[in-house]
């Protein structure tokens, strides 16, 4: 038996809304602890295509998928929370969730997709996350910045307690 072949860093595709049942299946897997609807994937994929990638994996599953869409900078909203609409006055890409199904970790596939979604935050002058299982350094890679203000602290209570917001201006990390 052959073990199936990985994704292609190159496969990043816009997510279709037919796709949120499997963007929930691979969400409850790498968050098992932040369940998100698939209204709420189907919501950032209709308000915000331009951020909305899968990575398809063998066998007709997800390897990943990256949601991402416009905000106002320091306003992350609650999880499971469906928009309707974003924003008029957004400055700032939220990067939502880039998720990736462990056994595909570590070989590199989320770049394609980030670097795709900071160049999404270029004309809105700043890309904005929050960084939940220690995650921070990762994104530090990229350019963002912690930002450990207080203020943010309500924002930031439904992520879990090791929550930190991170920010990245266009004119950073290249």
């Known amino acids: ?23 929930v299946a691979l969400a409850d897997r790498v968050h098992p602890t932040f369940h998100e609807d698939a209204a709420v994937f189907v919501d950032r994929q209709r308000l915000f295509p331009a951020g909305s990638l899968v990575l398809p994996g063998p066998a007709g599953t997800l390897a990943a998928y990256a949601v991402a869409y416009p905000v106002r900078r320091f306003a992350p909203p609650p999880l499971d929370t469906v928009l309707g609409a974003l924003p008029p ?4 890409l939220y990067i939502h969730d880039v998720a990736l199904a462990p056994e595909w970790r570590g070989r590199g596939l989320a770049e394609p997709a980030i670097r795709r979604l900071l160049a999404a935050a270029a004309p809105l002058g700043a890309a904005t996350l929050v960084s939940v299982y220690g995650t921070w350094p990762f994104w530090a890679r990229f350019g963002f910045r912690r930002v450990d203000d207080p203020a943010l602290a309500p924002k930031l209570a439904s992520y879990g307690a090791d929550a930190v917001f991170m920010l990245r201006e266009t004119t950073e990390g290249g």
């Not at 997510?15 to 049942?21: R, S, V």
């Open 1 to 23: 038996m052959t073990a199936p072949s990985a994704p292609s860093p190159a496969g990043w595709r816009p997510m279709a809304a037919g796709d949120a049942p499997a963007v």
């Open 89 to 92: 006055d957004a400055d700032a």
